[in-house]
């Protein structure tokens, strides 16, 4: 069981996993013109070539931060339960019990 303050680390493969869901996601908000937060939308899908911020760029960018964050942070909270889920079979696995304790 874990405790408000563990941390539980989606270290997904970015081009086999996470990447498609980004990009699947995008395109069923534009298309669908959902509501994210506060009334705004998905820009228009063209702006993935315009905007350096775009979501998709974004995941791409980001993709080895957390690499460097949680070890990092392991270091300075050495109490810290940290379970680290590196494919969807661990996902389901960890969610069905059977990964109840830290996988560093």
């Known amino acids: 069981m874990l405790a408000p303050d563990d941390l539980v ?4 493969p970015i081009f086999r996993t996470t ?12 298309v669908r013109r959902e509501e994210l937060w506060n ?3 998905e820009a228009p ?16 960018a980001t993709r080895h931060k957390y690499a460097v964050e949680v070890p990092s942070l392991e270091a300075r ?19 069905a019990g059977a990964l109840a304790t830290s996988t560093h």
């Open 77 to 95: 909270h050495p109490n810290l339960v940290i379970v680290r889920l590196r494919s969807q079979r661990e996902v389901g696995r960890w969610l």
């Open 19 to 30: 990447l498609p869901r980004v990009i699947r996601r995008t395109i069923r908000r534009v």
């Open 9 to 12: 680390w989606l270290d997904l």
């Open 39 to 41: 009334g705004s939308v």
């Open 45 to 60: 899908l063209h702006t993935f070539f315009t905007d350096r911020d775009h979501v998709v760029k974004w995941a791409i």
